[in-house]
């Protein structure tokens, strides 16, 4: 069974550019979240969803962004790029349920921002 | 009241050795604990997690003790060898939220 598998592994981008993202999940699994890692502040949660709805999001800026699509693989855009945003971004697969628990991760996209 | 606090940030132990890493957190809505361990390069993997119902929970040479009423749990890595030296994270969620609040993680390094 093919775990999560995130688009590009690795990308490097100019300040002020835009970014997109990409997630498939794991066969079956309909809900997808979205997290930043970085040195300083760790693992942070960005969003989820499930069924093409967000149903949370974290505090990040306006900037920040994702969609999921009807086959429940999932984007996420970053625009006006900023040094800041330098990071490794990790997109993580569950069934789905009420609950809420059990993500799976994929190895993340390493972007960098010059 | 949604931080996870991990201690320590780093741990040095010898093969065989028991490391323990520990977290606290403030929100007695959390009820779902797992654990993380991540190498260079890779996505965090689940280790193993517990509900707040159970005390202690055991999968091969992975333990979480779980104290509800001092809002503390840690795990256990029995018999360490090598090859679990990764860092590793504890986290937090509520039912419903769809998220994990994440502890700061642990460097954890097993000497041969």
């Known amino acids: 069974k093919a775990g999560v598998t995130q688009t590009p592994r690795y990308l490097i981008k100019t300040r002020g550019q835009q970014v997109t993202l990409s997630c498939s999940p794991i066969?079956?699994?309909?809900?997808v979240s979205w997290y930043q890692q970085t040195p300083g502040q760790g693992l942070q949660f960005l969003f989820e969803?499930?069924?093409?709805?967000?149903?949370n999001k974290g505090n990040f800026p306006g900037r920040f962004s994702g969609r999921q699509f009807s086959n429940s693989r999932s984007e996420m855009n970053v625009s006006t790029l900023e040094l800041g945003d330098s990071a490794l971004y990790l997109c993580?697969?569950?069934?789905?349920?009420?609950?809420?628990?059990?993500?799976?991760f994929g190895s993340g996209t390493r972007l960098t921002v010059v | 009241q949604q931080q996870v606090k991990q201690s320590p940030q780093s741990l040095i132990v010898q093969k065989g050795g028991i490391p323990i890493i520990n977290c606290a957190y403030e929100?007695?809505?959390?009820?779902?604990f797992p654990w993380y361990q991540q190498f260079p390069g890779k996505g965090p993997a689940l280790l193993i997690a517990?509900?707040?119902?159970?005390s202690e929970k055991k999968e091969g040479r992975f333990t979480i003790s779980f104290n509800k009423s001092a809002k503390q749990f840690s795990l256990h890595i029995m018999d360490s060898q090598p090859g679990d030296s990764a860092t590793y994270f504890c986290?937090?969620?509520?039912?419903?939220?769809?998220?994990?609040?994440f502890g700061t993680g642990t460097r954890l390094k097993v000497l041969a």
């Open positions: 969803y499930f069924s093409e709805t967000q149903r």
């Open positions: 066969s079956g699994h309909r809900s």
């Open positions: 517990i509900r707040p119902d159970v």
């Open positions: 993580a697969s569950s069934p789905g349920g009420l609950q809420g628990f059990g993500y799976t």
């Open positions: 929100n007695t809505a959390f009820d779902y």
């Open positions: 986290a937090a969620s509520m039912t419903g939220t769809y998220k994990y609040i």
